[in-house]
């Protein structure tokens, strides 16, 4: 399944965050590749997977706010690209963090509202 992923890495003191758009896992390798060689003295990258395009639009819960462990799994069900869950009770195995998670979207009145100010 295409995911969007994120692509990090460093280069003299500056950290680069690169978010794909969504394609594979391999596709996403390469294009890491390419852009980490293109950068003097760049570090080996990391790549992590967010999710699909519709989800990470709609504000998926993926990660722990505490310690950024991916938990996006625990609000999968059914077609893992049908809707998107982002307001949910979490638990996270590795930290051992518990709580709520919401991740809001902004209204259109509002962001009319910010943009006139």
């Known amino acids: 399944m295409n995911k969007k992923y994120r692509i990090m890495h460093q280069s003299e003191g500056f950290h680069h965050v690169l978010l794909t758009d969504e394609m594979s896992e391999e596709k996403a390798h390469e294009m890491a590749r390419a852009e980490v060689s293109a950068i003097p003295g760049a570090l ?5 997977a967010l999710s699909t ?7 998926h819960i993926q990660f722990c706010p505490r310690c950024g462990y991916s938990i996006g799994e625990q609000f999968e069900y059914g077609d893992p690209d049908e809707g998107t869950v982002n307001d949910a009770r979490f638990h996270c195995e590795y930290c051992e963090a518990s709580g709520r998670i919401t991740i809001d979207e902004p209204d259109e009145e509002e962001e009319e509202t910010d943009e006139d100010e």
């Open 44 to 48: 080996p990258y990391h790549l992590t």
């Open 53 to 59: 395009a519709k989800k990470y639009a709609g504000g």
